[in-house]
């Protein structure tokens, strides 16, 4: 494999794990889809509207101005802007003053549910965060976390805890044990923990409907996260499973996603499991999708795969797909999907074979295919989708493929977006 080759394949990887964590989440839709506030200052415009704000603490570390336009003078009192440009402890000092006159204005937004915060020297989640008693989710990425405050529980409504990055938790491998003591706490993400397995008090949250983790030793998926009353949705990546169980289909799994880890083949028992609705494999070496019924799968990311089992055309609600064959071609069965919206193919040489099947699923907006000199001479049969929005091109490269994307898009309507990556 070329290096070309093996980086378009890196980067349709990475567009379709995107996807898949950006569209299959335990928290409501309508969470998810609030416009997201990425200024305080703006916020507090219309405080009541606000249900998800973004903050990010690096760049107000980088940016003084940044901070004093955030609070705005009027809300600063004695921390007017600065005259001259701090450094060493009178900056650290100024940035900490900044951070708490932040956070202590977050209660002036009364229907607060979605907070992210980036970045930052925390230690712990501040008081400040904790008296959110609405709040449904929050991201604490990156910020430093030390140990968890016991205080925490009293933020019953909390159903999403994201805590990518903060490994320095993985200290204490008890740090979550005031998690078993939220009632509705659904979805954990625990990404870049530096943990060397599932910590235990994760099978003492009787709430927990999805685990993220990731670089973790397993060997296969722990009968005893399945048996979780409420568990349902298991994302995984480079946790080293060799092997999958063959009691997987006793449990009621709706969400498989395993990246990087070296799984050969699937349970015999596959064929048994009718409650899988997002099924994503990929950097796994060449797996051979099993024949099972497909008929509740709404999402399959595959890569490297061998090849598709015909038992795949069950799969009549899938509403995104990622496909990459080796050497293989599109399955015409693909044609009679017609609730797909998002497309994701490599692999394929036949190009032309792959329009006409698209050209069929009527439901597609989105379309992300692997660049090739040329284009497909019936490129223009996409008209036919009537909800078509994008068409990602990945791969691109020499000189070219501006002129294709010229092409492209004189032989589409004008509607809809082409780009070249």
């Known amino acids: 494999m070329s290096i070309a080759h093996y980086l378009l394949i890196i980067t349709l990887c990475l567009f379709s794990h995107f996807f898949s964590f950006a569209q299959n989440h335990s928290i409501e839709d ?18 009541h509207d606000v249900e ?16 004093v336009e955030e609070l705005g003078n009027s809300n600063c009192g004695s921390m007017a802007p600065p005259p001259t440009v701090l450094s060493g402890d009178k900056m650290e000092a100024k940035i900490i003053s900044f951070r708490k006159n932040i956070l202590s204005r977050l209660k002036e937004l009364p229907n607060l549910k979605y907070l992210i915060i980036s970045q930052g020297d925390f230690i712990t989640i501040p008081p400040e965060i904790i008296a959110l008693n609405k709040l449904r989710y ?5 910020t430093g976390l030390e140990q968890i405050d016991g205080n925490i529980i009293r933020m019953s409504k909390l159903e999403g805890l994201d805590l990518t990055g903060n490994w320095d938790l993985s200290k204490n491998m008890d740090f979550g044990k005031p998690f078993t003591q939220m009632p509705n706490l659904k979805y954990l993400n625990l990404d870049v923990l530096r943990l060397k397995e599932i910590p235990v008090f994760v099978y003492e949250i009787k709430s927990l409907e999805k685990l993220q983790i990731d670089k973790i030793s397993l060997g ?39 990246f990087m880890s070296p799984i ?10 009718t409650s899988l609705e997002t099924l994503g494999v990929w950097g796994n070496g060449e797996l051979e999708l099993p024949e099972m019924d497909y008929s ?6 595959a890569n490297e795969i061998k090849e598709v089992p015909l038992s795949l055309s069950s799969a009549t609600q899938l509403e995104r797909l990622t496909l990459y064959i080796i050497n293989g071609e599109l399955p015409e069965f693909v044609k009679d999907f017609n609730k797909l919206k998002k497309i994701n193919l490599a692999g394929f040489s036949n190009r032309t074979q792959i329009i006409e099947i698209i050209s069929n699923c009527n439901a597609l907006e989105k379309i992300i295919i692997s660049y090739n000199d040329e284009l497909p001479p019936n490129f223009d049969l996409l008209n036919k989708l009537p909800n078509l929005e994008k068409i990602f091109f990945m791969g691109a490269y020499g000189k070219d493929f501006k002129a294709q994307q010229r092409k492209a ?5 004008n509607d809809v977006i082409i780009k070249y990556y």
């Open 30 to 47: 309508d969470l998810f889809e609030a416009k997201k506030y990425e200024s305080l200052k703006e916020a507090l415009k219309t405080p």
């Open 52 to 67: 998800r704000l973004y903050l990010d603490f690096d760049n107000f570390a980088r940016n003084q101005q940044t901070i």
């Open 138 to 142: 929050l991201e604490m990425r990156f």
């Open 220 to 258: 296969t998926i722990p009968e005893a996260l399945l048996s979780l009353p409420n568990f349902t949705n298991f994302y995984c990546g480079t946790c080293n499973i060799n092997t999958l169980p063959e009691y997987l289909p006793d449990y009621n799994l709706k969400q498989l996603y395993l």
């Open 264 to 273: 050969d083949s699937f349970p015999s028992t596959m064929h048994k499991m």
């Open 296 to 301: 509740n799968l709404k999402f399959l990311d």
């Open 409 to 413: 898009q004189s032989m589409l309507d």
